[in-house]
């Protein structure tokens, strides 16, 4: 007599391969995120239509000014005279960096232009004024 | 007969490498930022970089503390502003705009020209030293 060996077929999604999708995401976000760095100071950014992406988060350097003048480069307050100093040091460390000046939409235009001097003579002349989106 | 003994291959547990995993995944997801730094790139002039112009070539724009803008001494709103340039920059592509601020002008004033500038498409903006 034959026998019809009787497999009860197992029906389980396979979840072997889950480590390997979480290996993805985990890779996805290294390459994607940055650590965090500084805090900054808390500022209402202006907003602007034609606003671009910076190039690259390494090449940048962050610098801060609240609408009462006070200047934060890398969470640490800085007097108006001494922002040349800090971007230069930045400067001799990567020839290419970018600032992205996050100054509070308020900001008289004396400080902005007083942080522009700053950035002239410590030779950063690459500006970014961050901004957010606004529909035309 | 012979009796072969059946190696036993032993393997490694792995059912734990998905929650290690997991764990990396939450740390990153925590201590990370993606930066989505946007704005308006700029490049600054040099410092002693006085170029010689053709005073035929520069449009002036003045805005003041109210955030009023001036176009060549006649006032404008940011769209006539848009507009104007369009038009001067398609009968002199080498024009270069001036803008000069007060030292109370808003910084949103202030990019709202820039940015208005570049949608007419000026490529040469200049800034000038504001009135003290």
């Known amino acids: 007599m034959k026998f019809k060996a009787r497999t009860k077929a197992k029906s389980e999604i ?3 391969s889950m480590p390997d999708v979480i290996f993805m995401l985990l ?27 910076l190039e690259s988060r390494r090449n940048t350097a962050h610098v801060f000014v609240n609408k009462v003048g006070l200047v934060s480069i890398d969470d640490k307050r800085i007097p108006m005279s ?9 400067l001799m460390d990567n020839i290419k960096i970018i600032t992205s000046l996050k100054a ?18 410590a030779q950063t002349l690459r500006v970014n004024y961050a901004a957010k989106t606004r529909a035309l | 007969m012979i009796k072969r003994k059946r190696i036993e291959l032993k393997a490694i547990p792995s059912a734990s490498m998905a929650d290690i995993a ?14 989505m730094d946007k704005g308006l ?25 109210a955030g009023q803008v001036l176009l060549d001494d006649e006032l404008v709103s940011l769209s006539q502003l ?51």
């Open chain 1, 14 to 16: 396979p979840t072997a």
């Open chain 1, 27 to 53: 890779v996805f976000f290294m390459v994607t995120t940055v650590l965090r760095e500084y805090e900054g100071l808390p500022i209402v950014l202006p907003s602007a239509v034609r606003i671009e992406k």
């Open chain 1, 82 to 90: 001494s922002v040349r100093n800090i971007m230069a040091v930045k």
């Open chain 1, 104 to 121: 509070d939409r308020d900001t008289p235009m004396k400080i902005i232009t007083d942080v522009h001097q700053e950035f002239r003579h």
């Open chain 2, 22 to 35: 997991f764990l990396l995944l939450v740390f990153f997801l925590v201590t990370t930022t993606i930066s």
């Open chain 2, 41 to 65: 790139g700029m490049v600054l002039p040099a410092i002693g970089e006085e170029i010689e112009v053709n005073p035929k070539n520069i449009t002036k724009v003045l805005i003041n503390t």
């Open chain 2, 82 to 132: 848009k507009g104007k340039i369009k038009n001067m920059l398609a009968r002199n592509d080498k024009l270069i705009v001036s803008v000069k601020t007060t030292p109370r002008t808003k910084h949103q004033a202030y990019l709202d020209v820039i940015d208005n500038l570049r949608q007419a498409g000026a490529g040469r903006i200049s800034i000038a030293e504001p009135d003290m």
